[in-house]
């Protein structure tokens, strides 16, 4: 399994875990907000949830043009290269 499959599975454990949404729906071409439905509440718990595990920080300005599961991967797992967080630094959320 590659790093962005990595992201993918726990980005989908993370919306299994605090929201409704159907996970069969859910590709990185999918909408975070029309496709899956989230709204600012739910988006917000998300990003906490992930900068908690992979131990970055995401701000305002990058997140603004995160519109996708695929852009929001992307933002991670630029964070991920470009700093020193490995995908590995905690087993469990």
């Given at each position: ?35 899956l ?34 852009t ?6 630029s ?15």
């Open positions: 399994m590659n790093e962005r499959e990595k992201i993918l599975n726990k980005l989908l454990e993370i919306l299994q875990n605090d929201t409704d949404v159907k996970l069969e729906t859910v590709n990185e071409a999918v909408s975070l907000r029309e496709g439905g989230l709204d600012s509440v739910d988006l917000v718990g998300i990003i906490m949830r992930i900068e908690e595990f992979y131990r970055i920080r995401l701000n305002h300005q990058e997140l603004e043009g995160c519109n996708t599961v695929g929001l991967i992307d933002l991670i797992e964070k991920l290269v470009n700093g020193t967080t490995s995908l590995h630094v905690q087993k469990a959320a």
